[in-house]
């Protein structure tokens, strides 16, 4: 079982930068892959980048492709995401998600490949 408490959100202006956390809970961090994903009000939730197991491989869309970075430090059992150059159009509830006994080298970019999420934190960029 993991439990994801995410941090970090906030308003900021546009162009400016925001580093959210995700904190897991449970001895089994080291084994998920993590992602990241946004709802903005009257969309569907929308992937925004994923990591492998040990941080060897990212993947992002290109909506953020150079502007967002994951990572993850597994001895805290912490994910992040840096977002830099914010855009209005960012503006949402940013989840993290986890993806429990995932292999060395995967991927996943689809919601329903994630079976753990937190209760997401809100982004405000104004323009």
């Known amino acids: 079982q993991v439990q994801l408490v995410e941090s970090g959100g906030g308003l900021v202006q546009a162009g400016g930068s925001l580093r959210l956390s995700c904190a897991a809970s449970?001895?089994?961090?080291?084994?998920?892959?993590m992602g990241w994903f946004r709802q903005a009000p009257g969309k569907e939730r929308a992937f925004v980048a994923a990591?492998?197991?040990?941080?060897?491989?990212?993947y992002y869309p290109d909506s953020v492709k150079g502007r967002f970075t994951i990572s993850r430090d597994n001895a805290k059992n912490t994910v992040y995401l840096q977002m830099n150059s914010l855009k209005p159009e960012d503006t949402a509830v940013y989840y993290c998600?986890?993806?429990?006994?995932?292999?060395?080298?995967?991927?996943?970019?689809?919601?329903?490949?994630?079976?753990?999420w937190g209760q997401g934190t809100q982004v405000t960029v104004s323009s």
């Open positions: 998600a986890a993806k429990t006994g995932s292999s060395y080298y995967t991927l996943y970019t689809l919601a329903n490949d994630y079976g753990h």
């Open positions: 990591i492998t197991r040990r941080g060897d491989y990212t």
């Open positions: 449970g001895r089994i961090f080291s084994s998920c892959a």
